[in-house]
């Protein structure tokens, strides 16, 4: 190969060189872009739970008017719930005409024309219409027994529910009393009794439970511990609250379930 021809094959590779650097010169002075990774997801935080409400013995009470069945003891009782501000249970007359029966009498009274229970009943639902709820309150003659009362308490609510449809009913036991006193009409065991029955129609899903109203003192025959006559809560029979001291007391307790 002559001079000439190897001074052009230098400037060729030459040429071939300088164009190679030029190249990568380019790629690096103008990278293509590379595509920034997402960030790693985040899991949304969430607060902690608020704490759910203890629902109150009546939350799912409905608004209107609220009735009620029951011994005098349980009328007298509502009459107390009246005197402290309540205003949704049924007003009971002034001359006490309403209620005043166990459950056997009130039973009794679904067929017997000469048993007024349940005409007046009704001149009280009529009078406060609308109620969806009603207080039953149950009070056991001594001489009554558990089965005929229980009878007589089963048979009392399905009236109930037959004249007001869809009622849902809150029972509960009558007032006991502050030991040792004893209320004769009742016996010993009266209110006790009544509790258990009560118990028993809440099991069967008969009725809801309704409020506990509390006991009374009583200076009558055998006195409660602590009974004098200056604070006895009872009438001279030594059952039937008095209205300064025992309708007032167990009135609260009711209008504290049936606010």
């Known amino acids: 190969m002559g001079f000439g021809a190897r001074i052009a094959v230098l400037i060729a590779f030459i040429t071939v060189l300088v164009s190679g650097a030029f190249y990568i010169g380019q790629q690096y002075s103008n990278p293509s872009p590379v595509g920034t990774p997402p960030p790693p997801a985040t899991l949304p935080v969430n607060p902690p739970p608020s704490p759910t409400p203890t629902p109150s013995p009546t939350s799912g009470i409905p608004g209107g008017p609220i009735g009620f069945v029951g011994c005098s003891n349980i009328r007298d009782t509502v009459q107390g719930y009246r005197a402290v501000g309540g205003k949704r249970i049924w007003n009971p007359t002034t001359d006490k005409t309403y209620g005043g029966g166990t459950p056997v009498a009130w039973a009794k009274s679904i067929s017997d024309p000469n048993l007024k229970y349940w005409d007046e009943f009704d001149v009280m639902n009529k009078a406060n219409p609308g109620a969806k709820t009603l207080w039953m309150g149950l009070c056991l003659r001594a001489v009554e027994s558990d089965q ?111 606010n």
């Open 148 to 258: 005929a009362s229980y009878n007589g308490a089963v048979a009392t609510i399905d009236e109930v529910k037959r004249k007001i449809p869809g009622v849902t009913i809150y029972v509960s036991a009558l007032n006991g009393f502050v030991e040792p006193h004893v209320c004769g009409i009742t016996g010993k065991n009266g209110p006790l009794r009544a509790q258990l029955l009560a118990n028993r129609l809440v099991k069967e899903g008969r009725a809801k439970t309704g409020p506990d109203v509390g006991d009374l003192i009583s200076d009558d025959q055998i006195p409660s511990t602590g009974a004098t006559a200056q604070n006895t809560e009872t009438v001279s029979d030594g059952c039937h609250p008095s209205p300064q001291r025992g309708e007032p007391k167990l009135g609260r307790e009711l209008l504290k379930f049936f």
